[in-house]
């Protein structure tokens, strides 16, 4: 399987990766496949009972559910082990999605509100009443043009904290981005990745019990860990039977 983004230094890294937690990837129009990060290897899928294809996938932490958005503009709770949804909230406007651009699905767990961007198009949603607000553009930070935003994630993603901080990939840039001002669409560069992006993306930050941030990236056939300092990859793993492209990626931070 081609390995474009694993640096040399990096193809010797560990046979499993740190910490025994449960990520759920999004391939296809509606599939889930369950992944024991700690034993590197995929153990089970499951079909998302909605029409049509789903937008994309987080945890909620507030709640401790798995959140979906249809094509519907529908925010809905996913059980896992059966597929099966219940509505949740219909959002009060769509989000503009030109072609086959990346739609962003995350959660910001100190608002516990939906972040939904794809383009530059920067959305934010109440997940209690539907209610959109349409945030400023996403733009660099004292540079012209905007950033080709691929993936996001939040940090302290754990119960409802006080403080957390957007971070985002860049599929051009190849890099980490944090945004800065998540409500203005501002993004500041921290670091290039290491080497180039291929295809969709797949990234989420899980944090445990402790505090402590661990960035995970699905990208080039593997599963990797980032810095968040300095937006290098810095560990790689193949996970056995994932022949499925993630497209979305959350890590829960309780069994399911």
Same mark, same amino acid.
């Given at each position: 399987m081609k390995q474009?983004l694993?640096l040399?230094?990096?193809?010797g ?5 740190l910490?025994a937690q449960?990520a759920?990837?999004?391939s296809?129009?509606r599939?889930l496949t ?7 290897? $995929? =153990?089970?899928t499951?079909e998302?009972?909605v %029409? *049509?294809?789903?937008?994309g &996938?987080d ?5 401790d559910t798995?959140?979906g958005?249809?094509?519907a ?6 059980d896992?082990?059966?597929g099966?949804?219940?509505?949740? $909230? =219909?959002m009060s406007?769509?989000?503009?999605? %030109? *072609?086959?651009?990346?739609? &962003?699905?995350?959660i910001n767990p100190a608002?516990d ?16 009443s539907?209610a959109?607000m ?5 733009h660099?930070d004292g540079m012209?043009?905007a950033?080709?935003v691929g993936?996001t994630?939040y940090?302290n993603?754990f ?12 599929t ?5 981005l ?6 203005d669409g501002t ?9 180039m992006?291929?295809?969709p993306?797949a ?15 699905s990208?080039n056939g593997a599963?990797?860990?980032l810095?968040l ?7 790689s793993?193949?996970?056995d039977?994932?022949?499925?492209t993630l ?8 069994g399911?």
């Amino acid at each position: 399987m081609k390995q474009t983004l694993l640096l040399t230094a990096l193809l010797g890294a560990t046979a499993a990766p740190l910490a025994a937690q449960t990520a759920i990837g999004l391939s296809g129009d509606r599939t889930l496949t369950m992944i024991d990060l700690g034993a590197g290897a $995929v =153990t089970g899928t499951q079909e998302v009972m909605v %029409e *049509g294809r789903l937008l994309g &996938i987080d945890y909620r932490p507030n709640t401790d559910t798995l959140i979906g958005v249809t094509e519907a503009f529908e925010v809905v709770n996913i059980d896992a082990a059966t597929g099966m949804v219940m509505p949740l $909230v =219909t959002m009060s406007m769509p989000l503009p999605i %030109e *072609g086959d651009a990346p739609v &962003i699905v995350d959660i910001n767990p100190a608002a516990d509100a939906l972040r939904f961007m794809s383009g530059t198009t920067n959305h934010r949603v109440n997940l209690t009443s539907g209610a959109v607000m349409v945030d400023g553009s996403l733009h660099w930070d004292g540079m012209d043009g905007a950033p080709m935003v691929g993936a996001t994630a939040y940090s302290n993603s754990f119960g409802k904290p006080e403080a957390t901080a957007m971070y985002n990939i860049d599929t051009n840039a190849h890099a980490l981005l944090r945004q800065t001002a998540p409500n203005d669409g501002t993004n500041a560069m921290i670091g290039e990745l290491g080497a180039m992006v291929e295809g969709p993306v797949a990234f989420d930050i899980a944090t445990d019990a402790m505090g402590t941030n661990t960035a995970w990236l699905s990208a080039n056939g593997a599963v990797h860990t980032l810095s968040l300092e300095t937006g290098m990859v810095t560990q790689s793993w193949q996970i056995d039977g994932l022949d499925a492209t993630l497209r979305d990626m959350t890590v829960m931070a309780s069994g399911m």
